[in-house]
């Protein structure tokens, strides 16, 4: 098996291919020996477990998910990577490379195409500019994953597994607490990666599970409500709602109150169960 975390290896693997890295597809491909393991040993690739990978890049984590999993899944949206992958992992009979982007997938029917009869699990390097928008297509999905353990930017990593109620928490943090529980698991330095990005970086995990949809009367009004609310943080809640969606500033005080809240509080103070509550006041109140 091709050593990946040499420097000078995967610089000569790239040479012999004629890859430059892609700006648009943020690349920074893992290179540490001891952060694909850990992320293979804690994000469920073992027997009886079917793991997606999103962004194999060169093969780094790949290598490892395919040492541990039943059948490994990995999608890469660069064709220029397809030979370097036949080259590291090409050899891996459990492994499956597909070309695409995973945004485009709908992620049940690829997880029942790829794993039938196996739990779920995902697990990737993904690429800072666009983390929110693949966690959301995964969450949002419906999917039966039982975990998706990612890298991402050490800062984002705070703001997904931040408590929801407090200054540090936003948008995301309250989707992400939606459909399951988020943890830091180990922190990853910038020079873990070859080129070495300008900021570090940690791996997360989130137990996948809903624990509100049944108290949450009108879930797209909800997260409607949560982005807009969290889109105009400075502002009260009041104020916020009022100027993006509309609604009067009194049934919005009334409502507070009712909630024994006061009309100055701005959404980020909120708690997960006060959030749903207000939504659901809404919904029931009003018509935008």
Same mark, same amino acid.
């Given at each position: 098996m091709m050593d990946l975390t040499e420097k000078k290896s995967v610089h000569a693997l790239l040479a012999r291919h004629g890859f430059h890295f892609s700006k648009k597809f943020g690349q920074n491909f893992l290179i540490d020996d001891s952060v694909c393991p850990r992320i293979a *040993? *804690?994000?469920?690739?073992?027997?009886?477990?079917?793991?997606?990978e999103i962004g194999p890049g060169i093969g780094t984590l790949t290598q490892q998910l395919a040492l541990r999993a039943e059948k490994v899944a990995a999608v890469e949206i660069d064709t220029r990577l397809l030979p370097i992958l036949q080259e590291t992992v090409g050899k891996f009979e459990n492994l499956?490379?597909?070309?695409?982007?995973i945004l485009e997938y709908d992620i049940p029917a690829l997880l029942e195409q790829e794993f039938s009869g196996l739990r779920c699990a995902v697990c990737a390097n993904l690429p800072y500019y666009i983390t929110t928008p693949i966690l959301m297509h995964l969450l949002e999905s419906g999917a039966a994953i039982d975990t998706i353990t990612v890298m991402v930017q050490k800062e984002v990593a705070e703001k997904l597994t931040?408590?929801?109620g407090t200054r540090e928490s936003g948008a995301i943090t309250v989707a992400v607490n939606y459909y399951g529980t988020a943890d830091i698991l180990f922190p990853v330095l910038r020079d873990s990666f070859l080129p070495p990005p300008n900021v570090d970086s940690a791996v997360i995990q989130i137990q996948v599970k809903q624990r509100y949809a049944d108290i949450t009367k009108n879930p797209s009004h909800f997260f409607a409500m949560v982005k807009n609310g969290f889109s105009q943080r400075r502002k009260t809640l009041v104020n916020a709602l009022s100027a993006t969606m509309g609604y009067e500033k009194q049934m919005l005080i009334s409502i507070l109150e009712e909630m024994e809240l006061p009309e100055s509080v701005r959404m980020?103070?909120?708690t997960m169960e006060q959030l749903i509550s207000l939504s659901n006041a809404l919904s029931e109140r009003a018509v935008v």
């Open positions: *040993e *804690e994000g469920n690739a073992c027997a009886g477990y079917g793991v997606l499956h490379v597909i070309q695409g982007d931040a408590k929801v980020e103070k909120l």
